[in-house]
């Protein structure tokens, strides 16, 4: 059982190439079972045209996936998507554009939980929150504000 989080995640690297990612517009989501943000984002990506398959993860296995992709502490948030990565809830739009680009990056990342981002939602509240690309080396820049 624990081999398959590695091996999905073998799998995601194969669809991280670009002419992959440029193909498809199917993303899989590894998050907490109990986690009700992580299934709100999920709603928000397939409002927005992406086929979504939800995989629920233990704490380690999560942790375990996110340190195989790369991210960081620094920019974890409770949920990763895979094909190009996407970390936390980062808005359909800016994955769209992510995948259109096609920019020789590991993903995005949209650290913690910023009140306003998708499957954050709370009403008329929102905070300002920064779409982060995260490069190859580790670095990362501002790919969208909101």
């Known amino acids: 059982m624990a081999m398959r989080p590695l091996l999905a995640l073998s799998l995601a690297m194969l669809w991280a190439s670009p002419a992959f990612a440029a193909m498809d517009s199917s993303i899989e989501v590894w998050k907490s079972a109990t986690c009700e943000c992580c299934g709100n984002w999920v709603k928000h990506l397939e409002a927005n045209g992406f086929a979504t398959k939800v995989d629920p993860a233990e704490p380690a296995a999560l942790a375990e996936i996110k340190r195989e992709a790369g991210i960081g502490n620094k920019h974890a948030s409770c949920h990763t998507a895979e094909g190009y990565v996407i970390e936390g ?48 080396a580790g670095t990362t820049e501002v790919f969208a504000h909101h």
């Open 89 to 136: 809830h980062g808005p359909a739009p800016d994955i769209e554009r992510l995948v259109s680009e096609q920019p020789d990056a590991v993903g995005l990342t949209v650290p913690g939980m910023p009140v306003g981002s998708p499957g954050m939602e709370q009403g008329a509240e929102s905070e300002p929150y920064d779409v982060l690309l995260i490069r190859r």
